[in-house]
T-cell receptor, first 115, second 115 residues
Framework: AQSVTQLDSHVSVSEGTPVLLRCNYS??????LFWYVQHPNKGLQLLLK??????LVKGINGFEAEFKKSETSFHLTKPSAHMSDAAEYFC?????????????FGTGTRLLVSP | EPEVTQTPSHQVTQMGQEVILRCVPI?????FYWYRQILGQKVEFLVS????????KSEIFDDQFSVERPDGSNFTLKIRSTKLEDSAMYFC?????????????FGPGTRLTVL
């Protein structure tokens, strides 16, 4: 079965500094990986996804993630944090299941951005 | 931009009562899903649905749960006799292909509180 591990439950940064949210995956086949963001009282919004094309994936709002097979990692980065980036971030791997796709979520990382 | 909608945003019910959570998926999507997130825990897969049939359900999705697409637009989750442990945020999602590389688009969620 597919799984993801988010290594930090909370990450705190100052506005304007880089963001790094860490994710490791476990997969028995070439994975499809996603990052979703959840702002307070909002739904889950797709930031970016990797599906075996380019290993460096660019997403919305300046975020990007790099797929590293040798490290089984899919870390999310942003060069300069903005106050509006404060949210919960989920690393997600896609599983085939017995039917169609089902998503397997990590435990989430809460990003705190201070002025 | 099309989006998944869910109603109500918050539902409070008494233990043992039936609840129906409603979702309107994106109009050209054919694959539908329900997930839930108990407070402080991971987002968990409940069920996938395609062509008016359940394609996969998790062990959480017992006989108290059912899903239905009663018309061409709505997708509902029914809990027949709610328990305290059903209190959670319930997310509906939809996708176009059901493949492992598909993107699932999520609604804003319904927060269910069982008293």
């Amino acid at each position: 079965a597919q799984s993801v591990t988010q290594l930090d439950s909370h990450v705190s940064v100052s506005e304007g500094t880089p963001v790094l949210l860490r994710c490791n995956y476990s997969s028995s086949y070439s994975p499809s990986l996603f990052w979703y963001v959840q702002h307070p009282n909002k739904g889950l919004q797709l930031l970016l996804k990797y599906t075996s094309a380019a290993t460096l994936v660019k997403g919305i709002n300046g975020f990007e993630a790099e797929f590293k097979k040798s490290e089984t990692s899919f870390h999310l980065t942003k060069p300069s944090a903005h106050m509006s980036d404060a949210a919960e971030y989920f690393c997600v791997v896609s599983d085939r299941g017995t039917g169609f796709q089902k998503l397997v979520f990590g435990t989430g990382t809460r990003l705190l951005v201070s002025p | 931009e099309p989006e998944v909608t869910q109603t109500p945003s918050h539902q409070v019910t008494q233990m043992g009562q039936e609840v129906i959570l409603r979702c309107v998926p994106i109009s050209n999507h054919l694959y539908f899903y329900w997930y839930r997130q108990i407070l402080g825990q991971k987002v968990e897969f409940l069920v996938s649905f395609y062509n008016n049939e359940i394609s996969e359900k998790s062990e959480i999705f017992d006989d108290q749960f059912s899903v239905e697409r009663p018309d061409g637009s709505n997708f509902t989750l029914k809990i027949r006799s709610t328990k305290l442990e059903d209190s959670a945020m319930y997310f509906c999602a939809s996708g176009t292909s059901g493949s492992v590389s598909d993107t699932q688009y999520f609604g804003p969620g319904t927060r269910l509180t069982v008293l």
